[in-house]
């Protein structure tokens, strides 16, 4: 009998991963932890490491270093059988231009284990190509071999999808069908693991992010709780006012966590404080307090700040 739950079992998980192409060390230690029924999104910027560590997970190469646990066990370049469990997007896919999408995918379907054939129409439907699946691959735009792609890493059914840039030359409606599809998986207890560079993207897809960056994890966590951390309030103020608002904001959230926006040359100016979004309410009643009015006030909370800022690309 098993007592208090454990920590919540992971899809797969890295242990100081390292690997390095010559002289360039594109892995240095990395360690993930992709918590099953999830979706991941995999941040980093160019160069990062992602498809490296995308690479590593599928046994494409072998890591110099480091350990790796797919559902819970060990696993290394030898366990390749062990990806049945896993469905893949890696780089553009490879199909016969001369057959129809529907045929390529039962071409891969036959291949594969019994269960992938009968699921063609059904992968069809869910990448929403079923109407263009008679036509020939040749003749379809960059997007639609993307969804292609994505319907042939769907057909055995894993229970671990990795993508690599998914959203790549998907126009916006195929980003949010794809955001809904990736949705879905995951509340079927699929785990979901996608890279991407397009962070409002992310922050509208993902329950867990991991930030990646020369190679190191700099940041994993949930998306929520990292959302609730950069929450900012900004209010506008004649600049006469900025210094007195800046004092009283700062008496509210701290020091380290107000600043100010240079004016527009019209006479107000902004000031930002670090708190949730939800105390906007809070950050105003403390200006009126010190006789202060805002002529303007915002809220919000964004993913692209806390990367810049992780990533030292800011
Ligand atoms: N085949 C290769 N040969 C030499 N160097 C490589 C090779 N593949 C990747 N690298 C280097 O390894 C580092 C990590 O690359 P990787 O492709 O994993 O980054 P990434 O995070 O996927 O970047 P991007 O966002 O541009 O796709 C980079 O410095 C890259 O130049
Ligand atoms: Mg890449």
Known sequence: MSGAPGPAPLAFATRGLARA???????????????QGVVYGFLGPNGAGKTTT????LGLIRPDAGTMELFGEPYTA????????????VESPAFYPYLS???????????????????????????GLRDRAGDRVGGYSMGMRQRLGIAAALLSDPRLLVLDEPANGLDPAGIVAMRETLRYLAAQGKTVFVSSHILPEVQQLADV????????????????????????????????????????????AGRDAVWEAAGQGDGDGWITVRVEPSRAGEVNRVLAQ???YATG????????????SLTGNA
């Open 54 to 57: 995308i690479r590593c997970l």
């Open 290 to 292: 010190a006789g202060i």
């Open 21 to 35: 192409y010559g002289t360039t060390h594109a892995l240095v230690g990395l360690d993930l932890a992709v918590p």
């Open 78 to 89: 030898r366990d390749r059988h062990r990806l049945e469990q896993v469905g893949s997007l």
């Open 297 to 308: 006030l915002d809220s919000g909370s964004d993913l692209e700040s806390l990367f810049l």
């Open 101 to 127: 999408g529907r045929d390529n995918l039962r071409v891969i379907g036959s291949t594969g284990a019994a269960p992938a054939r009968g699921r063609v129409e059904e992968v069809l439907e869910l990448v």
């Open 209 to 252: 992010v991991g930030i990646i960056d020369h190679g190191r994890l700099v940041r994993q966590g949930r998306l929520d709780e990292m959302l609730r951390e950069t929450g900012h309030v900004r209010v506008r103020v004649l600049s006469a006012d900025a210094g007195p608002a800046r004092e009283a904001l700062e008496r509210l």
